[in-house]
Structure formats: C-alpha cells, structure tokens
C-alpha cells in the first residue's frame, strides 16, 4: 500500500531496484542529478537526460526513471528526480493540475506524492533518493524555481548548463523544423515600390564596417578538428552569456542589501527620535536635543557604510561589464561595437540577442546588459504607448514614441535574423496603419525570399497571413504530437517564422486577434514567434480579451521605464533599448549582409 507523502517527509527503501513515474497534465522532461556528499554534482556530467549520457545503474524514460541503487557508483549519495516544462508549450507548473510522483521500490508501490501549491514555477525538485548511513530513503521535495532548469542546475553547482538546457528544451519541443533552404525555394515576388527613400539601397555608415569580415580558414583542418573548434567556441559564448548573468545577478543582490541597510537605519532613527520627541520634558532639552543630534548621527554613518558598500560592489561590476562588452558576440553586443566587424552567418543559431540594457535607479552609471535567449520562448510586445521614467524622458512627444517603437521592432528583428543560419528564420510583415512603411527597412531581403511576400495593410490581407501562419502551427504541432514529422506537406514552409505586427490592433478583428493570441501562446513550440508593436490605449475596444495576450509576452519600451523585475529579488530595473545613433542605417546594411549570404552562401 502506498503512502502519502507531504514535502520534506521520507521513508526507507525496501529494495534497490526502484522506480520514480511523474503525472502531469502537460508535456514535461525528466532529469537526474547525481550529488556527492557534498550535495553537489561530481561534474557536469552527472546531469542526466533522455537518450543521453547514461550511467550504470539509472535509467531515464519519457515520464519515469529507473534506479538500481546497488549499481550507482559508490560517491553518489543522492539522486533527484527533476522535471521542467520548458519548450513545451506550458510556461508554468502552476497552469496545471499538481504533478503527483509514485515511487516503487522492488516493484511494489511505496509512496505518492503530490506536489501542491506550484505557481510560476518551471521547474522543480520532485523526490530525492538519498543514502542515510548505509541504506537508501526516499524524500519528498517538491522544491520549484521561476529561473526554470538553469537555476536548479545551478544550485547544484553545474557549471555549464546552456548545453543541457537546449537539449532539455529539444527533446520535450522536438525539432522546429527540417533544414529549409532559401536557395532551393523560389523567392516571393518583391514589394512594389512607394517611391520611399527607405527603399532604397543604404550607403555604408560611419562607424559600422561596410562588410563583414571573412570567415577564419578551416583549411587543413579535419572534420573532428572543425567540430571541436565549433564546440570550443559555443562554450566560450556559454561561459560569457553566464557572466552577464552573474553580474546581473550581483548588482540585485548588492542592491537589495543597500535597500534593507537603508530600510534598517530609518526604522532605527524613528524608534530612537520617537523615545525622546514621546517624552514633551525630554523634547526641547539640551539631552534630549542631544540625542536627537547623536540619533540623526548615527542614522547618517549607517547611510554612508550601506552607500560606500554599494559604491565598492558596483565599481567591481562595473568593471566586470567594461572587461566583458568587447568579447560578447555581435548579436549580444551594442550597435556601436566593433566586434559587428566580424560577424558572418552562422553555421548554428546563436545562443543570445541583445534587448538593450538595464540599470536600477541608486547607480544608473552600471548598465548591465539585456540578452535574450534563442529560440525566444514567449512573444515580445514593443509598447509604443510607453510612458517612460519620469525625468528620463521628458518632453517625448506621443508620435516620437510611436517612431522609435518601430524603429526598435526593426532593429530587434535584424538582430534575430542574424542570429539564426541563412534560411532558416523568414519574416512576415503586418502594419495596415502605416500602409506597408514598416516593411522598408527590410527591402534588401525580398530577393531572398527571407521577407515573405509584401506587407499585409488591410484587412482581408491580414486575415490571409494569419490563416497561413495557423496553418503552419496546427499542421507542425499534429506532427510533432504523432511523432509523424516526415509526412509533412512539401508546400507548407517548416523554417522558423517571425512575425511582426506594426500598430496593432489597426485592421484585426476578433477572429484574428484570436489568431493572434493562438500564434503566441502555442507558436514557439513549433517554430512561430510573434513581435507586437502596438500599445493598450489603442486596444481598449476589445476589453479583457487581449489581457492574456499582454501576459504571455515579454514588453519592452522604445524609451527607458523601470518595468522589467529580476527573478532573484524582484527590484523594478529600468530597461533602455539599444538602438543604433543613425536610425533604421546600421539595421539596413546589415540586413544588406545577411541578403547577400542568403543570395551566395556562407
């Protein structure tokens, strides 16, 4: 009979051979992780995952693993059973009914436990099978985190988990899609042309290279040489992805200290002015006058250590970011540096893009930069309704806001498809209020085919894109779903799509916003991302029907507002965008660059 194990409760195990089975009402992944006594990994390689690496006595399957605990190696003395969501089209435990994990021992079923009381969490600790003076018990954990796999893995000391995080999120999304070739597809016929002079072809720019720079040689090289050279580079890209991180993760830190340093010395100074002012005979007097003088004293020195601590922690990473900007890759680097000299199409799709930056009101110097992971797991919204920080931004005229919203729509998107090898991301344009303008920028790609079509500017048009691109989604998600991927339609385009809607919600009805929210709830799964450029104002027909849509993506602001919150202690970060000095210029030759790799290979 099976017992009902509450988190933290545990009980021996019978018999070596043990079994641990996860039921969720969602896709998730399963992973094992072997700790030492020290309750960390030996090395990374004790991460264990589906149809990976594989140890002698464990075993993982779709929704279980299998341990003989007789056969593990003799310095494990833990093993957690964890799982994750992500990838897998649900963001969260907590939109789910409770996973519950049934645990057998010889066979026999021992013990159930539910995992009550998720929320945002993305993934979690479910048991742990753990040695105890010689013999082996079972114990219910049920620990969860916002952060998702990368920041369980990191409390158990994995040094490098972007690899296994991607593989995770592979296995439970499955591939996007088949490599889809441009070159092997016929193009879409280019837009007409406006007439626009943002048609036209851009001359190159000051202070951006004119060219990419060629690639290194490999001459010589075999094809294990190249391999490892390919794997050595990802990792130094890894390690420098886990340093902004890091100092990210610092300066709130060392942020939250200075606030509760500050928060401690004012609750101190009014208790110590309330003792003396509550007493109307001790008030006016030279010793009460006195103690009032030592109280604000001493509420001054505890401000200035808090401030000196906060000073030194962020000279520290602010020299940290100064040391690391010049190695970040070109997609997670600013538009002004130089290493865009050396970008070339990838053979991989990047492990970042760059959103801009992001600073906390007490030190506004340390900019610390905003990366994105890719493939992006949830749509952006660009709010162009932004109101901005009050005194950063005054004076910002509503339609400059609006102009600089679709400025950094297009930059965000050059970026992407630089991001990813030639063919393998296309762009689909939606903007019926500024009658196709927003498609301009993007002209040097229509012979490539990776601009798809012209511009949707009405609203029939936009009805046509967007039953297209549902198509794509339900026809992708149904293959992955049977496992029947190869039976695909050949006229149905499985590269990854990006679409992007310019002043939304111009031209949508329900049934296409409808869409819509479909494309960015379920389209990341199966190879669809979704960028918004619209803001709520203009959206209030609609009422509460486009709240889901607002939450399920990331908003960024055309303008520096203090809304994107740090998942360690949840400070207001303002977020700045990084656009480029000279307008949609830089963006355009470097869409220039990636149409001519698209047009004559890497």
């Not at 093993?79 to 645990?103: H, K, L, M, N, W």
């Not at 492990?351 to 906390?360: E, F, K, S």
């Not at 950094?408 to 990813?420: D, I, N, P, Q, Y």
């Not at 929210?517 to 991302?529: A, I």
Request: charged share 20%; net charge negative.
């Amino acid at each position: 009979m099976s017992a009902e194990l509450v988190r933290g409760q545990n009980l021996p195990l019978p018999e070596p051979h043990v079994a641990v089975d996860l039921t969720v009402q969602c896709p998730v992944e399963l992973v094992a992780v072997l700790l030492d006594a020290s309750l960390k990994v030996r090395d990374d390689g004790d991460v264990l995952q589906r149809d990976g690496r594989t140890v002698a006595g464990l075993s993982l399957r779709a929704q279980g693993v299998d341990v003989d605990l007789s056969a593990l190696p003799a310095d494990v003395d833990r093993v957690i059973v964890a799982a994750t969501v992500e990838g897998g089209g649900v963001d969260r435990f907590g939109a789910v009914d409770a996973p519950v994990a049934s645990v057998t021992s010889g066979g026999a079923p021992i013990a159930v436990f539910t995992i009550t009381d998720l929320g945002s969490e993305r993934a979690i600790q479910t048991v742990e099978l753990y040695r105890r003076q010689g013999a082996w018990k079972v114990r219910a954990v049920g620990q969860g985190y916002d952060g998702g796999l990368d920041a369980l893995l990191r409390d158990v000391g994995v040094e490098l988990r972007a690899p296994i995080v991607d593989r995770v999120r592979m296995l439970l999304a499955g591939p996007a899609a088949p490599a889809h070739s441009a070159a092997s597809t016929p193009g879409p016929a280019a837009p007409q042309s406006s007439g626009r002079p943002d048609a036209q072809p851009v001359p190159p720019i000051a202070g951006f290279p004119s060219a990419p720079s060629p690639a290194p040689s490999t001459a010589g090289m075999s094809d294990a040489q190249r391999e490892a050279a390919a794997l050595e580079a990802r990792r130094q890209v890894e390690r420098l992805y886990e340093q902004v991180w890091g100092i990210f993760e610092d300066a709130a830190r060392s942020a939250a200290s200075y606030r509760s340093s500050v928060g401690y010395a004012d609750n101190r100074l009014d208790k110590d002015l309330e003792d003396v002012l509550n007493d109307p005979a001790a008030r006016t007097s030279p010793a009460g006058l006195a103690q009032q003088d030592a109280a604000r004293a001493k509420h001054r020195e505890l401000i200035e250590r808090a401030r000196a601590g906060l000073d030194k922690d962020s000279a520290q990473l602010a020299a940290e970011v100064a040391q690391l900007e010049p190695k970040l890759p070109p997609e997670m680097a600013r538009w002004d540096s130089p290493v865009w000299a050396g970008w070339r199409a990838p053979e991989d799709t990047a492990l970042a893009m760059r959103l801009g930056d992001l600073h906390l009101p007490e030190n506004p110097q340390l900019r610390i930069p905003m990366v994105l992971r890719l493939p992006m797991e949830r749509g952006l919204w660009i709010d162009s309704g932004a109101s901005g920080v009050d005194g950063d931004v005054a004076g910002v005229a509503d339609e400059a806001v609006r102009a600089r919203a679709t400025e950094l729509a297009v930059t965000l998107s050059a970026r992407m498809l630089a991001a990813f090898p030639v063919g393998d991301l296309k762009l689909h344009v939606v903007d019926p209020e500024g009658k196709g303008a927003a498609a301009g920028p993007f002209a040097p790609l229509a012979a490539s085919g990776l601009l798809v079509g012209p511009a949707a500017t009405t609203a029939p048009e936009v009805s046509a894109m967007m039953s297209r691109l549902m198509d794509r989604v339900e026809l992708a998600r149904m293959a992955l779903e049977s496992g029947a991927t190869d039976s695909l339609p050949e006229h149905i385009d499985f590269s990854r799509q990006l679409l992007v809607v310019h002043g939304f919600p111009y031209a949508f009805d329900d049934r296409t916003m409808t869409q819509l929210r479909h494309l960015v709830e379920e389209g990341p799964r199966v190879g669809v991302h979704v960028m918004v450029v619209g803001s709520r104002a203009d959206a209030q027909s609609f009422g509460p029907l486009l709240d889901p849509l607002w939450r399920a993506m990331l908003r960024l602001t055309p303008i520096p507002e203090d809304h994107i919150a740090d998942p360690w202690v949840g400070h207001a970060w303002t977020y700045t965008p990084d656009l480029p000095s000279d307008g949609t210029g830089v963006t355009q030759t470097l869409l220039t660059w990636v149409a001519s790799s698209a047009a004559g290979g890497r």
